[in-house]
């Protein structure tokens, strides 16, 4: 039996270092819930002091990149608990008042990786009860916000929000402090596209290694070329800290689908790194989830998900400085590589 040699085929990915970062995080659709305390104040005909209670509320919308930055359009209803408040004016002694506000806003947020700092501003329509529910106005709507992206479809966030209305000579203010948690619509980022590609060639060798078979009287001799197979990939890229695929990334990702198809006995073994920034922990996880993204891609084109192993490196094995932004870039890869069996058989004249 003759013998078989194994190639090494390294598929490498190299990634662009991005000076803003993208809004992709937070694109599309959502819906969220939301607590905290309220603080409203009456001015006017009646003046009511600021007294805290609590406030709940759910808001949704849309988000949509525009590169650098995020624009978004969110409506909310929120209900603003029963408070006793010392009174003036023509109320005397202590009024109790809640009050209900919903309304629309438009939102401008920058994102930093996970992270998405907003303002915004819209209308709002507030109506109070109790002893105050003859009260019911229009006003403005405004906000300051911090948003965490922790999972795919999920995100925490941190809200300062103001709403005034007037009605009858009076004046209500409505000061909310909330935090909440948000659902987001649509495909996880581990499964989306990214943005574009850095080329890395896997070095290519060539070898020739003669075997002759054994030689039976007055039978042909053969001998077994085995051969390198040359390969080159551009590699899947990621935003810093993210591990979403890129646009681009489909035509050479279609190369590795294609490698599979004509040996589909092949198994891929599919390695993440990040560079030396962050802490280590969180390095770990960041490169497990690009080796993740990288197979939800092959197994959503076809390749068998048990062909694929994946895991994480986070820092280790650097293929440049981690001194300089473009070896940091180069530093956050994935590697792929598989191990194939090819032979040639030529008969060899006597």
């Known amino acids: 039996m003759m013998k078989k040699t194994t190639i090494t085929i390294a598929l490498a990915a190299a990634l662009l270092s991005i000076s803003v970062a993208q809004a992709s995080e937070f694109d599309g659709g959502w819906i969220g819930a939301k607590a905290g305390t309220d603080r409203s104040h009456v001015s006017g005909a009646n003046t009511l002091d600021t007294q805290p209670a609590k406030t709940y509320g759910i808001e949704g919308g849309n988000n949509w990149n525009m590169g650098s930055y995020l624009l978004g359009l969110d409506g909310f209803i929120s209900s603003n608990r029963d408070a006793t408040h010392t009174a003036g004016g023509t109320i ?26 907003y303002a915004k501003l819209g209308y709002a329509r507030t109506a109070a009860n109790h002893d105050l529910n003859a009260f019911s106005g229009n006003g403005a709507h405004l906000g300051l916000g911090l948003e965490y992206k922790f999972a795919p479809h999920w995100s925490v966030a941190g809200e300062l929000t ?89 035509k050479k990702l279609a190369e590795v689908v294609d490698f599979t198809v ?89």
Do not use: C
């Open 262 to 350: 004509k040996y589909p006995e092949s198994n891929l073994s599919v390695t993440g790194y990040t560079d030396s920034t962050g802490k280590a922990a969180h390095n770990q996880k960041l490169s497990e989830r690009r080796a993740a993204s990288v197979k939800a891609y092959l197994v959503k084109k076809g390749v068998p998900a048990a062909h694929i192993l994946t895991k994480g490196e986070a820092e280790a094995n650097p293929v440049a400085s981690n001194k300089t932004k473009a070896g940091r870039a180069q530093n956050r890869r994935v590697e792929i590589t598989s191990v194939v069996r090819e032979e040639t058989k030529v008969r060899v004249n006597n």
């Open 162 to 250: 103001s709403a005034t209305a007037k009605s009858n000579g009076e004046k209500m203010t409505n000061n909310n402090f909330t935090l909440g948690i948000n659902y987001y619509f649509g495909k996880p980022p581990a499964a989306a596209a990214v943005v574009a590609a850095a080329v890395v060639a896997a070095p290519v060798m060539m070898k020739e290694v003669v075997q002759p078979a054994p030689v039976v009287v007055e039978a042909p001799v053969y001998k077994t070329i085995f051969t390198d197979k040359p390969v080159t990939i551009e590699g899947a890229n990621f935003d810093t800290d993210s591990a979403k695929l890129k646009t681009t990334a489909d």
């Open 92 to 117: 005397t002694g202590s009024a109790v008042y809640g009050s209900d506000v919903y309304g629309l806003d438009a939102k401008l947020g920058l994102p930093v990786g996970n992270w998405l700092p």
